[in-house]
């Protein structure tokens, strides 16, 4: 079974600094790892994935995350915080032997203040 | 990237009745997944939806509760039936950007679901 762990429900950080969400993860294989970010009354939005390759990915809006297979970890980090990145983020797992089930975390709200 | 519409955006209802979502697609997709998003909580598959087939349910749920429908590769319907104040959720649509299980998902808006 693949599960998803995000340990923290908040995240504060103050605009102008780096921010980090957390995200643990558990399957069979090889992981596809993904982030997505909910803005207030609206669906989720794709942010970035890892499949294979550098452990270090790009997405959208300046967000990056690390994959870290020794610690089954895939952390969204961004150097600099907005107050415009203050959303509901959520990591999710995919299992490649598994179908297609995506499963994910229970969410990490950030909240970017000036 | 596919655009994903869903009608309604919000419905307040009362027990006992019924509510159809309508999920729309502007390309053809083989899969189209609907996922459950309680109050304050994460998203949980419900069933996936493909064109030709029955869907597939997840533990939990049940046809009779759920029934789906996926006429086309651009639509499907999800019915929540016989509704309690515990259906009160937001009901997504998605599909994934290609076929391969490296694809990301994309999402609907989303459908508002009260329950009185």
């Known amino acids: 079974a693949q599960s998803v762990a995000q340990p923290e429900d908040q995240v504060n950080v103050a605009e102008g600094n780096p921010l980090t969400v957390k995200c643990t993860y558990s399957?069979?294989?090889?992981?596809?790892l993904f982030w997505y970010v909910q803005y207030p009354n609206r669906g989720l939005q794709f942010l970035l994935k890892?499949?294979?390759?550098?452990?270090l990915v790009k997405g959208s809006y300046g967000f990056e995350a690390e994959f870290n297979k020794s610690q089954t970890s895939f952390h969204l980090k961004k150097p600099s915080a907005l107050v415009s990145d203050s959303a509901l983020y959520f990591c999710?797992?995919?299992?490649?032997?598994?179908?297609?089930?995506?499963?994910f975390g229970t969410g990490t709200q950030l909240k970017v203040e000036l | 990237s596919a655009v994903i519409s869903q009608k309604p955006s919000r419905d307040i209802c009362q027990r006992g009745t019924s509510l159809t979502i309508q999920c729309q697609v502007d390309?053809?997709?083989?899969?189209m997944f609907w996922y459950r998003q309680q109050p304050g909580q994460s998203l949980t598959l419900i069933a996936t939806?493909?064109?030709?087939?029955?869907?597939?349910?997840e533990s939990g749920f049940v046809i009779d509760k759920f029934p789906i429908s996926r006429p086309n590769l651009t639509f499907s319907t999800l019915t929540v039936s016989n509704m309690s104040p515990e259906d009160s959720s937001i009901y997504l649509c998605?599909?994934?950007?290609?076929?391969?299980?490296?694809?990301?998902?994309?999402f609907g808006p989303g459908t508002r679901l009260t329950v009185l």
């Open positions: 998605s599909v994934m950007a290609g076929p391969s299980s490296y694809n990301e998902q994309f």
């Open positions: 399957v069979s294989g090889n992981p596809y």
């Open positions: 890892y499949i294979t390759g550098d452990n």
């Open positions: 999710a797992v995919r299992d490649p032997g598994g179908g297609n089930k995506l499963t």
């Open positions: 390309s053809q997709v083989t899969m």
């Open positions: 939806a493909n064109q030709g087939s029955e869907a597939t349910y």
